[in-house]
């Protein structure tokens, strides 16, 4: 099953991806000039899948270290922190083996968040999000 949490995380980088200027590639960043680090909290998992936080969280700040545009530091040294809640994960079957039809070999996962993006010094809030929605498919042999 960690491949299918693996896949979760994968999910939750789709998601991610609506934050402003930091995931993803894009020219220039949206957020304020002011902002280049970032700390990003332990994913609080409302959606009783155990260790999903941890690999989303990890798949999270791999993503931003491969993007450059932020980067990760302690909470007290950071420029803003990642405050993302993982509400729902569904996974759904999209093809059966040929060999055996009861034993799904590709599915659908949707991973559901919210986020918030805090100015560290001031608490201000810069983003936000409730109803995040991010899905990948993939081949589970």
Not at 22 to 38: E, M
Request: hydrophobic share 40%; glycine share 4%; proline share 4%.
């Amino acid at each position: 099953m960690t491949r299918i949490w693996k896949a979760a995380a994968l999910g939750l980088l789709l998601v991610l991806g609506s934050l402003p200027g930091c995931v993803g590639y894009r020219l220039g960043s949206t957020l304020p000039p002011d902002i280049k680090t970032l700390y990003i909290r332990l994913f609080a998992n409302k959606c009783h899948e155990p260790l999903l936080e941890i690999d989303a969280t990890n798949a999270t700040i791999a993503e931003f270290q491969k993007d450059g545009t932020l980067k990760i530091y302690e909470e007290d040294n950071a420029d803003v922190l990642l405050e993302v809640t993982l509400t729902k994960v569904t996974l759904s079957p999209l093809a059966y083996s040929k060999n055996d039809r009861r034993k799904p070999n590709e599915y659908r996962l949707r991973l559901y968040a919210s986020y918030v993006l805090t100015r560290v010094s001031t608490r201000e809030v810069l983003a936000f999000e409730k109803d995040l929605v991010g899905e990948s498919t993939f081949i589970f042999a």
